[in-house]
């Protein structure tokens, strides 16, 4: 079979807001300036835990400037809890910049100025700071709801792991730590909200304005269409801004105030807004000795913080994806999310799984080494067959697991360099079931010029998804693609999206879009076939007009010809869980191997060679899929070598860019390959599969095998910090 | 055949605007505020007819509270002229009342007080203030491309008018005039503009949006998805809020002022805004002693004022529309817009067709009178037959005429009153070729919830639009009128709409709407069919559900079995000129009968008796078309009996509403009647056709032709005022 020749598709085609963005033309909700705009500042709580006796605002309500001050008695009208947190503190504070009060006023100074004149009552309770301390015996209770302070708990079972052990020949057990740590969007979290008679419109750094649409409606008592969510260009958000964060709160200030208000988050402010579950992880694994996998048991706690966010669904993840994409017969897996007085995890590209995939992949390569077999002849012999379930209930394997391993083995020179004599190389498989809701929904209106503006409810943050969706179109209807637009989210009049996160807008609103044109293609088709007198099949789309023999029409013309000047055609497609049947929709596979070399005198980690293989289905661009798996690389390596959110007494100490240490560009591996596997088998446009968060989970395990590896010191505990790495060097030396 | 049972259209539901329209909810833009915004006021000439020297603004820039000042040097980056006219006056002043200068200023009692502050330099010229003043030899040259001061001429030829009139057995010739009038809607014209780097947002009382769109970006170069023009609610339109007015100033007005500006039009204002065309109507009719109708010329000149609008297109139109809705085998009618140094006139209600179909109908009934024959006989002897054209180029007539002048003859009760002694009854009839431009695109959004929102760029100006469209939808669907609910125009969201006007939204849009909600509806079926596991054909719609057999579905249970949650289906629908192939796309058609009382001493006109008859096709809400027809007949007894701008030495001197005299609820007959005619014989929804502007045509010949029946006396001039009527009657005395 030829192949498919594509023409937009499949080509590394200039990021259609490259410009905007260079220039400093595109738009953040920072940048935007509502009239009128009121600036808003948060009082956040001092205490990790403390009981709010009353808070007395009056002298922050009589500075001059001052335009209005939010605490709990303002939102007694309205349903104040969402994704299980108030609004504002309602009666209780539950971790250190917790938010008790807003101000906002005509300027940010005054803003600021009017928080130190608030003074709050508060009664210190004991706090539960760490997983430890709020699961052990008489822990302070966090909520009144939840005894033990566990947020959500999920286990995953399948055949009788006691009997799995019991037939395993070798059995290993280990507890593995994975620390808090920050997205680090470059644009920290930001929202205006205008609140009229009519309802309220929400500027905001949101990744889901559908669902936060929803819960602003559910707290204000509004119907849906009166929340409109706009959301301009998002500057980074790997999932911290995912769900609602503090939309509902500047809302409710905006609500008091009369006025539209703006919060921009600096920095600290955003890491005590959302950061990533940090974890422990136990895992028993048994195995016969030929290296078949025959039972796993993992018991999986995960520090969630204050308030519940989406940590439960994180649970639910990782109970899952402490598995890896390996044929088990005997399972057993308990994960916790749970509540501490720290301030609240959520969403962090791939949810749940670097914690999990760390341990079981480390796990996976002990099994190895005592075993004395190859780690990736190790890990084929136990993939999943395509179509093979890795539990009940949920969709088989739908990537062929060898063909990237395989891809990764050869281009890492695996063979060849990890048995060279001292070689401290390590690689690491992972696959996660994408957590992507089938459901988007995309408009295309093809304006009387015969240019084309795409609805989409996804949002551009970085990942390209404007270009993608062009590109898409484009191909569907074989038209330039600076004659389409693809605009940003805005609920009023873009349709309706599950969210942009999950790996999911390239499968998921891609097929939705493409949908839609290929629906106008139709009405195009039709109106070709009156104007040229032929059959549709007679036509071929080329450059933005239709072909038939010699005669063309432009689409310009087409309008033209259908209207007699203005009107426009509409194209609309929708893709709901039809696309797949059972989730999830797709596979995310990631594969990595990596070379280090370590100072032995500091315990300094140097990253040489990192190879990452991501299969993509098809890449529409390939150079986007590839920067997308680099930066997901990146951001493995930050959550391995350096990065923590370090707590002293409840307190957060490295809230800053200059305390908390990211990857610089000297931590870039000397050598960084990103491979990308293209067997056309996934479920979204031309074959095409989620990524982008695949890239981050092999690489911490291929980081700590390689130094196990190179150096017989294994890292159970993240990140390596040089003084962590040089005491386990000593601790193994003696 | 059965008819065919209707459960939302053809009944009078109530309004869907109504409730938020008597709460006082509903907002005009002059009741919208934008943060930050400006208030504007124009500085209008006060010549008729002048040379701007210069302007020195630099005292009224000075005034505290003052943010600009804009005159025609503000604008030298625009293309300034649309629609014949400039943003502002550009060298000269054509016009007392013309826009000179606009201020921007933090309140509007600076602004006003700043409009004294500005020095203006004006050379006056010789002014041309009326038809006859404008044409005569060496008149006054007001733009120096319309030699004679001619803006647009139209000739309708048709065999040979001469022989026509040499195969005639009767001539009358006479010459009619009709005054210059005013829409008198309720809201003046409301504008309120803001500029920002993206593009420009108008909101404003227009009834073309996407006309407007079109001139805005023209003018400031600007992409037509950078202007974003949001229509509220209209306070009436009747053609004064056609294509664009003063958009383009306030505009220019916020750029300069890099704030936003609204303004708001007071009634003086507004008045010399737009008008209706005044007319003077030159008629020859040729027929047979048998009645039969041969030869028709005409000469017909419009004021049009000092600049185009859409003067030539009401030439046009009333060159044609002299004609009438007859068989006439020679014609020759000459219809010419002329410059004036007065306000420009522009659309009204029927464009061109009360000032010559007052002149044709009274001409035919001094036929009638000649001959001897009943005038309703006449009429019918010599109507156009169904399909049989009025001259080339035209779609033939689609109505039939003898069934709405029957349906008169009964309801006046014609053969009886008008035959008793003394009786003072007249009748007339109108069909008037609609100006509709069929280009309608329209589309519906079901959410998750099972409510419609639809988007059509119709705008509600008190007609019913949006309860016509939601009864359209109802019925197509199925579903409740409440639980569907329809915006108002707003470009950057619905979509493309040619215009609201020339009676074409029923037809136009609601055919666009209804071909959305079949869209729609297919997709419903579609996932009825899977649901209900049955096939679309054995599924019925009722009540917001599928049903099948036993089983029911709701529309809501629909959306949640395809998407599992959230999610929304699109429908779309468009309509072009395939509608009717040719145009027009309908008839008009207004007959109506008047009975009235002439108190001699006083010349005052009593009218007692006024029966209606609207051709309406279908009348998708009854009520709402009666309400229409009775507005039309009452702004036509205004025109006949009252109305009229009067101006002196150029200057309009009874603009306000105390000086200008409209009907008041004491001059509506004490009998009066609507009857709709409903042969299912239009191009839209159901059948049905244009109205709204029938309504106005036949008041004025049928008036002057009961005081001629009645009282001998033959009025040629409009309006019938008391000293008019008194004149006449003492002239005709001697």
Redesign the interface.
């Known amino acids: 079979m030829p192949q498919k020749e594509f023409k937009y598709v499949g080509h590394s085609v200039a990021r259609v807001d490259g410009i905007d963005k260079v220039t400093g033309?595109a738009k953040f909700t920072g940048d935007l300036n509502?009239?009128?705009?009121l600036h808003g500042k948060i009082l956040r709580s001092p205490l990790p835990h403390a009981r709010i006796r009353g808070i007395d605002a009056s002298k922050a309500e009589a500075l001059p400037g001052v335009v209005a001050v939010l605490t709990a008695k303002d939102i007694s009208d309205t349903q104040p809890i969402y994704s299980g947190r108030p609004v504002i503190a309602l009666d209780k504070a539950r971790y250190i910049g917790e938010p008790v009060a807003a101000v906002a006023a005509e300027d940010i100074r005054t803003a600021e100025e009017a928080l130190a004149l608030i003074h709050v009552d508060y009664e210190e309770l004991p706090a539960a700071s760490g997983i430890d301390a709020a699961i052990a015996g008489g822990a302070p209770l966090i909520h009144d709801d939840a005894p033990g302070n566990i947020c959500g708990h999920e286990r995953v079972e399948k055949g009788d792991v006691r009997q799995g052990f019991a037939e395993s020949e070798e059995i290993v057990e280990d507890t593995f730590t994975f620390p808090m740590v920050y997205h680090y969007a470059l644009e920290p979290h930001s929202v205006i909200a205008?609140w009229t008679?009519?309802g309220v419109t929400v500027h905001s750094s949101a990744q889901h304005p559908?669902q936060v649409r929803g819960d602003i409606a559910k707290i204000f008592g509004l119907r849906?269409?009166q929340v409109r969510m706009v959301i301009p260009f998002l500057g980074g958000g790997f999932g911290s801004k995912s769900y609602t964060k503090f939309e509902p709160l500047v809302v409710a200030l905006a609500r008091k105030a009369k006025?539209?208000v703006r919060i921009v988050n600096s920095v600290a402010d955003s890491m005590v807004t959302v950061r990533r579950h940090g974890a422990r992880v136990r895992l028993k694994t048994g195995v016969k000795r030929d290296g078949t996998i025959v039972a796993r048991e993992a018991e999986i706690y995960l520090d969630t913080g204050g308030y519940a966010d989406n940590g439960p669904q994180v649970a639910a993840r990782a109970a899952t994806r402490v598995l890896g994409p390996y044929r088990i017969p005997h399972i057993r897996t308990d994960a916790s999310a749970v509540y501490t007085n720290k301030s609240s995890a959520g969403s962090f590209r791939a949810i749940g799984a670097p914690q999990v995939i760390f341990a079981s992949e480390s796990h996976l390569d002990m099994i190895a080494e005592r075993l004395g077999i190859d780690p990736a002849e190790l890990r084929l012999k136990n993939f999943l067959k395509k179509g093979e379930e890795l539990r009940a209930k949920l969709r088989g394997m739908d990537a062929d697991l060898p063909s990237s391993l395989k891809t990764l083995v050869r281009s890492s020179e695996w063979r060849r360099r990890s048995k060279k004599k001292g070689a401290a190389m390590g690689l690491a498989c992972g696959a996660t079931n994408a957590g992507a809701?089938?459901?988007s929904?995309a408009?295309v209106?093809m304006?009387?010029?015969g240019?084309l503006?795409a609805y989409a409810g996804s949002t551009e943050m970085g990942q390209g998804v404007r270009t993608v969706l062009s590109q898409i179109i484009a191909e569907e209807l074989h038209m330039p693609i600076d004659a389409i637009?693809v605009g940003g989210a805005d609920t009023?009049?873009t349709?309706?999206d599950?969210s942009t996160g999950s790996s999911r807008s390239t499968t998921l609103m891609g097929t939705a879009i493409q949908r839609a044109a290929r629906d106008l293609k139709q009405q195009l088709l039709k109106i070709g076939a009156e104007a040229l007198r032929v059959k549709p099949g007679q036509i071929q789309l080329l450059d933005g007009a239709m072909i038939a023999g010699e005669m063309r029409l432009s689409f310009k013309e087409a309008l033209q010809w259908?209207?007699?000047?203005?009107?426009?055609?509409?194209?609309?497609g929708?893709v709901?869980?039809e696309i797949t049947g059972s989730l999830p929709v797709f596979w995310e596979i990631g594969m990595g191997s990596a070379e280090v070399s370590v100072d032995k005198d500091t315990g300094e980690i140097a990253l040489t060679r990192y190879v990452s293989v991501a299969d993509v289905g098809k890449a529409i661009n390939p150079e986007g899929c590839v920067g997308q798996e680099e930066g997901a690389s990146m951001m493995g390596i930050g959550h391995t070598l350096f990065e923590q959110m370090i707590y002293e007494d409840g307190q957060l100490v490295n809230a800053g860019l200059i305390d908390y240490r990211v990857p610089r560009f000297r931590d870039v591996p000397a050598v960084f390959e990103t491979v990308l596997v293209e067997n056309e088998d996934g479920p979204g446009p031309h074959g095409a599969r989620g990524m982008g968060e695949g890239g981050l989970v092999a690489v911490a395990p291929a980081i700590t095998s390689a130094v196990a590896r190179g150096y017989g010191v294994r890292m159970r505990d993240l990140p390596l910090t040089p003084e962590r790495v040089w005491r386990a060097f000593k601790a193994s030396a003696k």
């Open positions: 033309k509502v009239p009128g705009m205008q008679e009519e559908f849906q269409t006025r539209p809701t089938p459901v929904v408009m209106r304006l009387a010029d240019t503006t637009q009023k009049v349709p309706y599950a259908r209207f007699g000047g203005g009107g426009e055609l509409i194209g609309h929708d709901g869980p």
